[in-house]
């Protein structure tokens, strides 16, 4: 069964980063791209707003005059007779008030191009100019007119007598057009609100201005309107986007770039830092997985400062204290290995020794009172008695680890293994040195034949380290409320991995030894309360010493 692929703690990492810093900065690379657009629109739509303002306030100012102008013809007293006098014909006025009539069309036609004067019934009584349709059909050519009508009241009743139809000249009401309030490229349009003519020439189709955008040249407009009452105009201003945002679209290009590089930038940062993090997590989770497959030797390196370092220290010390764990486990089970065959080795050594003791008790009994070799069979049955004595005291101690503690001189166990010993360093070509040890009693609550056995062990061990010409010596002396028994050789010494293993049970460096001696000797120092350390340089020597309360 295939194990299902996931993401890894980096690829989770750098997700997080894109999708909580990345994303969003696109999202607002966009967002700001929009909003640069609405924002440049909304600011043309707001200065053609203020520029349309400003150009009827203009048209409402020039319309009262053009206004005023227009009340002097609907006043005038040769219109009004005209009107009173409806039978009459226009040609029937008398020549001075047609004088009157075309001064006042003269002094007004800059602004005025023709006016009607309408009875009650709608009939045109006379007009200015006498010839209306050639003149006005010029005049609309080079300049437009607006068409305005306005009532006639006699003076003296205010009775309506009829009505005065003028054509107002365009351009004595709007102000001059460039940049229309100071909005570049922009154009006016002027609409008839009643038939939706247009009352300007315009490069631009004027069905267009009705709309409040449009596209013209493939480039978008906006336009703004307001509706006149008096002089009735629509007016209509209109004006290309593409000046306003322009500006603001390049300062969000710019920040976009600006958002992409922070982006990338932070990105490829985030990168970097996970890759160091996640190292430091893939080593871990390695040593996670080599530690569980038995090595416990894994180590991860520890980075201060930070939660990934904690965890590593974490995990070093775990390590270290389930290594520390399982060689006391297995040193446990090494001495429980050792208690067994201890009982095995007490009853193998003991019973040939009874044996050889009922034989040497016969001897004895058959010699003479006078014979030498009684002496000789009394030394061998009293080293037997020894022998069995030690061997069961200090067995007894490596199975159980309890003793029997007896106010002694530790002198004496120590003199009694030196003497043992001697042969055996004799045997290497070595000697010892016993310069160092106090003639004082030495005061120790212990198991004297145990204590000769730790001895004894330390001692062999010394003189199977020891070469032809080598040297042991045995320092002893006082430290605060103990005694440190130092055993000290000249031989090849000890290297520090077989250091740390030199008191295992079963142990051993040499192909004859049995692992047991330092094994043994280190519980008997247990049982005692004390310890036995171990110092070697190779190629120099060992020191052993020995740690013991005092009584």
Same mark, same amino acid.
């Given at each position: 069964?295939?194990?299902?692929?996931?993401?890894?703690?980096?690829?989770?990492?750098?997700?997080?980063?894109?999708?909580?810093?990345?994303?969003?900065?696109?999202?607002?690379?966009?967002?700001?791209?929009?909003?640069?657009?609405?924002?440049?629109?909304?600011?043309?739509?707001?200065?053609?707003?203020?520029?349309?303002?400003?150009?009827?306030?203009?048209?409402?100012?020039?319309?009262?005059?053009?206004?005023? +102008?227009?009340?002097?013809?609907?006043?005038?007293?040769?219109?009004?007779?005209?009107?009173?006098?409806?039978?009459?014909?226009?040609?029937?006025?008398?020549?001075?008030?047609?004088?009157?009539?075309?001064?006042?069309?003269?002094?007004?036609?800059?602004?005025?191009?023709?006016?009607?004067?309408?009875?009650?019934?709608?009939?045109?009584?006379?007009?200015?100019?006498?010839?209306?349709? @050639?003149?006005?059909?010029?005049?609309?050519?080079?300049?437009?007119?607006?068409?305005?009508?306005?009532?006639?009241?006699?003076?003296?009743?205010?009775?309506?007598?009829?009505?005065?139809?003028?054509?107002?000249?365009?351009?004595?009401?709007?102000?001059?057009? @460039?940049?229309?309030?100071?909005?570049?490229?922009?154009?006016?349009?002027?609409?008839?609100?009643?038939?939706?003519?247009?009352?300007?020439?315009?490069?631009?189709?004027?069905?267009?201005?009705?709309?409040?955008?449009?596209?013209?040249?493939?480039?978008?407009?906006?336009?703004?309107?307001?509706?006149?009452?008096?002089?009735?105009?629509?007016?209509?201003?209109?004006?290309?986007?593409?000046? *306003?945002?322009?500006?603001?679209?390049?300062?969000?290009?710019?920040?976009?770039?600006?958002?992409?590089?922070?982006?990338?930038?932070?990105?490829?940062?985030?990168?970097?830092?996970?890759?160091?993090? $996640?190292?430091?997590?893939?080593?871990?989770?390695?040593?996670?997985?080599?530690?569980?497959?038995?090595?416990?030797?894994?180590?991860?390196?520890?980075?201060?400062?930070?939660?990934?370092?904690?965890?590593?220290?974490?995990?070093?010390?775990? $390590?270290?204290?389930?290594?520390?764990?399982?060689?006391?486990?297995?040193?446990?089970?090494?001495?429980?290995?050792?208690?067994? *065959?201890?009982?095995?080795?007490?009853?193998?050594?003991?019973?040939?020794?009874?044996?050889?003791?009922?034989?040497?008790?016969?001897?004895?009994?058959? /010699?003479?009172?006078?014979?030498?070799?009684?002496?000789?069979?009394?030394?061998?049955?009293? +080293?037997?008695?020894?022998?069995?004595?030690?061997?069961?005291?200090?067995?007894?101690?490596?199975?159980?680890?309890?003793?029997?503690?007896?106010?002694?001189? /530790? =002198?004496?166990?120590?003199?009694?293994?030196?003497?043992? @010993?001697?042969?055996?360093?004799?045997?290497?070509?070595?000697?010892?040195?016993?310069?160092?040890?106090?003639?004082?009693?030495?005061?120790?609550?212990?198991?004297?034949?145990?204590?000769?056995? /730790?001895?004894?062990?330390?001692?062999?061990?010394?003189?199977?380290?020891?070469?032809?010409?080598?040297?042991?010596?045995?320092?002893?002396?006082?430290?605060? =409320?103990?005694?440190?028994?130092?055993?000290?050789?000249?031989?090849?010494?000890?290297?520090?991995?077989?250091?740390?293993?030199? *008191?295992?049970?079963?142990?051993?460096?040499?192909?004859?030894?049995?692992?047991?001696?330092?094994?043994?000797?280190?519980?008997?120092?247990?049982?005692?309360?004390?310890?036995?350390?171990?110092?070697?340089?190779?190629?120099?020597?060992? $020191?052993?010493?020995?740690?013991?309360?005092?009584?």
């Amino acid at each position: 069964m295939k194990t299902p692929r996931t993401l890894s703690l980096r690829s989770k990492f750098l997700l997080i980063v894109l999708v909580g810093a990345v994303l969003p900065l696109a999202l607002l690379g966009l967002w700001l791209t929009r909003t640069a657009e609405r924002s440049g629109e909304e600011l043309l739509r707001r200065r053609l707003d203020t520029a349309l303002g400003h150009i009827v306030d203009e048209v409402g100012l020039r319309w009262l005059s053009q206004r005023s +102008e227009l009340l002097r013809l609907a006043e005038c007293p040769a219109a009004q007779a005209a009107l009173r006098a409806v039978a009459t014909s226009p040609a029937s006025l008398d020549e001075r008030a047609l004088l009157d009539l075309q001064a006042l069309h003269v002094e007004m036609r800059n602004t005025i191009q023709s006016a009607a004067v309408a009875d009650a019934s709608g009939e045109v009584r006379w007009r200015l100019p006498p010839s209306e349709d @050639a003149t006005s059909e010029g005049s609309q050519l080079g300049n437009p007119a607006l068409r305005v009508q306005l009532g006639i009241y006699e003076n003296a009743s205010g009775e309506r007598l009829g009505s005065l139809e003028a054509r107002v000249v365009m351009s004595g009401l709007l102000p001059a057009g @460039a940049g229309w309030g100071g909005v570049s490229g922009s154009v006016l349009a002027v609409f008839d609100p009643t038939t939706g003519a247009s009352l300007l020439p315009l490069s631009i189709d004027p069905a267009l201005f009705a709309a409040e955008s449009f596209v013209w040249g493939n480039e978008p407009w906006l336009t703004v309107r307001q509706l006149l009452q008096e002089p009735p105009m629509a007016l209509v201003l209109a004006a290309p986007v593409s000046p *306003f945002t322009e500006p603001f679209q390049e300062a969000a290009r710019r920040n976009l770039w600006i958002l992409a590089i922070v982006a990338v930038g932070g990105l490829g940062l985030a990168a970097i830092l996970t890759r160091r993090t $996640t190292r430091a997590l893939v080593r871990l989770a390695a040593a996670a997985e080599a530690v569980s497959r038995g090595d416990l030797d894994r180590q991860v390196d520890e980075r201060p400062g930070d939660e990934v370092g904690r965890v590593a220290r974490a995990f070093n010390s775990m $390590t270290e204290s389930l290594r520390a764990t399982l060689r006391e486990l297995s040193l446990r089970q090494s001495l429980a290995a050792v208690g067994e *065959f201890a009982a095995s080795l007490a009853h193998e050594v003991r019973n040939p020794l009874t044996s050889i003791r009922v034989d040497l008790q016969r001897v004895e009994e058959k /010699l003479p009172e006078e014979s030498e070799a009684r002496d000789l069979m009394t030394r061998a049955l009293g +080293e037997i008695e020894r022998v069995d004595r030690s061997v069961t005291g200090a067995l007894r101690v490596a199975r159980s680890g309890k003793i029997t503690l007896d106010r002694l001189d /530790l =002198r004496k166990p120590l003199e009694a293994a030196l003497h043992t @010993a001697e042969p055996e360093l004799k045997s290497h070509g070595a000697q010892i040195d016993c310069s160092e040890m106090s003639d004082d009693p030495i005061a120790v609550r212990g198991d004297a034949t145990a204590l000769e056995q /730790l001895f004894l062990n330390l001692l062999l061990n010394a003189a199977q380290a020891l070469q032809e010409g080598g040297q042991a010596s045995v320092l002893v002396e006082r430290a605060e =409320r103990n005694v440190l028994i130092s055993i000290r050789d000249t031989g090849s010494g000890i290297g520090k991995e077989e250091l740390e293993k030199v *008191f295992e049970p079963f142990y051993s460096t040499r192909p004859d030894g049995t692992g047991l001696g330092l094994a043994i000797a280190r519980q008997i120092a247990v049982a005692h309360g004390g310890e036995i350390t171990v110092e070697s340089t190779p190629g120099i020597g060992t $020191t052993m010493t020995v740690r013991l309360p005092l009584a």
